[in-house]
């Protein structure tokens, strides 16, 4: 049965063990591969917007989750080395499936360009930090719509880290100062965000893409904030969808409707009764590094859009999946078994100091 929020707090009927989160977020990552294959595909660009609003919402809820994932890790060394498990491993392994595997033969098979050892082994080397310096392979993709990128979904996970990295600091101030640390910065994003989409302060543009990225993921760590606080019901999602929608239709950045959008997310995690999609296979962060290579791949064997859009789109899907499975069955799954690894070792060190105390 689905919970009464018209008089309930998100902590009180927010279920950590069972919400539908997992599908949101593949439904996000979907979103994206969608918003991206028009572009790739040689479309256009008419739906690119979604794919931003898609990356507000995958930060939001991140937010939200990693805010709470602090708060219940064991130290700050636990805490990182969750979010190292969780990112980096999928994330190593698509640069050397895409340098090493999906480009040469894309290269042999698909027209995608000469592949060189020497080239994917830079494009490996050169993002190893989960920043993306060499997006491309020697060359590689020069004739696609989208030329010289292989996998342009990637450039999130730098901002994503530079997030997590933000949390785990701000974890070392106490209670009031942490939150009213967490509420400047959300403020601060999100004025920076507002002056540049409104034309009125010159902003570079990795500060202006960041301040977006962190309002979102700000957003969702201040509902976790005040879970016990915040009442959801239908006349509070009602505003929220309208603030989304409205702004949407205005072409405002992503960014200035984050809280809202972080809102409706988190009601929808309670509302919808997708609890079991994803709850023991998490293919989302699969599908979202994945689908960009699979649709650049995809695009040197379509040219010139010889198939109608919703045929790429759903070529795409049929390519990313079993790539998205393998990375959560192979990779992804079993580094997030070692999750707990500093958590025992800190649990250890207390029972042998309780040891030695008593002797």
């Known amino acids: ?90 994330f190593l392994t698509t640069l050397v499936v895409v340098a090493f595997v999906i480009a040469p033969a894309a290269g042999r098979w698909a027209g ?54 933000i949390v ?30 409104a034309g009125i302060a010159v902003v570079p543009g990795t500060v202006s893409t960041f301040s977006g990225l962190l309002s979102s993921f700000l957003a969702g760590g201040l509902l976790y904030l005040c879970r016990d606080h915040v009442v959801f019901h239908g006349a509070a999602d009602v505003v929220a969808a309208t603030l989304v929608v409205a702004l949407a239709a205005l072409g405002v950045a992503p960014g200035l409707a984050s809280l809202p959008v972080a809102s409706l997310l988190m009601s929808a995690s309670v509302r919808l009764p997708l609890a079991r999609i994803g709850t023991r296979n998490d293919i989302s962060y699969g599908v979202y590094i994945y689908a960009f290579p699979a649709q650049q791949v995809l695009a040197c064997l379509f040219p010139d859009t010889v198939l109608p859009l919703w045929a790429f789109i759903g070529l795409s899907i049929a390519v990313t999946l079993p790539l998205a499975w393998a990375s959560w069955l192979f990779v992804e799954r079993p580094a997030l078994r070692a999750k707990s690894l500093f958590a025992r070792t800190a649990r250890s060190r207390h029972i042998d100091r309780g040891s030695t105390l008593s002797a």
């Open 1 to 90: 049965m689905v919970p009464n929020l018209t008089r309930s707090s998100l902590g009180a009927v927010f279920d950590p063990r069972a919400n539908s989160l997992n599908a949101l977020r593949l439904a996000l990552a979907l979103l994206v591969l969608v918003a991206h294959a028009a572009e790739l595909g040689g479309y256009g660009r008419e739906l690119q917007p979604l794919g931003a609003w898609a990356v507000t919402g995958f930060f939001c809820i991140s937010g939200y989750l990693i805010t709470g994932s602090r708060e219940h890790s064991a130290s700050l060394r636990d805490f990182l080395w969750r979010r190292f498990l969780r990112i980096y491993p999928g």
């Open 112 to 165: 995608a360009g000469e592949w060189s050892p020497q080239g994917a082994t830079s494009y490996v080397l050169r993002n190893l930090a989960v920043w993306i310096f060499q997006p491309d392979i020697d060359g590689m993709l020069g004739s696609t719509p989208f030329p010289g990128v292989w996998n342009g979904s990637l450039w999130t996970l730098g901002y994503e880290a530079l997030c997590y990295l």
């Open 168 to 197: 785990g600091a701000l974890s070392l101030f106490p209670g009031r100062p942490r939150r009213v640390c967490i509420v400047v910065l959300f403020l601060v994003s999100t004025v920076i965000v507002g002056l540049h989409s």
